[in-house]
């Protein structure tokens, strides 16, 4: 049976690895709880990203302002990811995997 207009079905989306669920859960949850804060931290981490962007694309660009911007995404990214418990064991487990190379 046609039904009018043809419709399709839109395409399952791809799943994301396994260990990313939770991180991404708790964080929609500690928005949900307090999307203030949330948001902001969100904000400070895009623009620390945009900068190190930026900067490491300039060829004029001093290393010391390249290891300024790098410390700044990375602070922001740690904030953020405090706010998700399974995001802190992620990056134990991978520290623990990495230092027994």
């Known amino acids: ?14 799943q994301l690895p396994h260990p990313l ?13 307090s999307p203030g804060p949330v948001t902001a931290l969100l904000l ?22 390249i290891s300024m911007r790098v410390a700044e995404a990375d602070g922001t990214r740690a904030a953020l990811l405090a706010l998700s418990p399974a995001a802190v064991a992620l990056t134990r487990t991978r520290t623990a995997l990495e230092n027994d190379r």
């Open 1 to 14: 049976m046609l039904m009018w207009p043809f419709r399709r079905r839109p395409a399952p989306l791809p």
């Open 44 to 65: 400070h981490h895009a623009a620390a990203v945009l900068d190190l962007d930026a900067v490491v694309i300039d060829p004029h660009s001093a290393d010391y302002l």
């Open 21 to 33: 669920h939770p991180v991404l859960d708790e964080l929609a949850e500690a928005f949900a709880a």
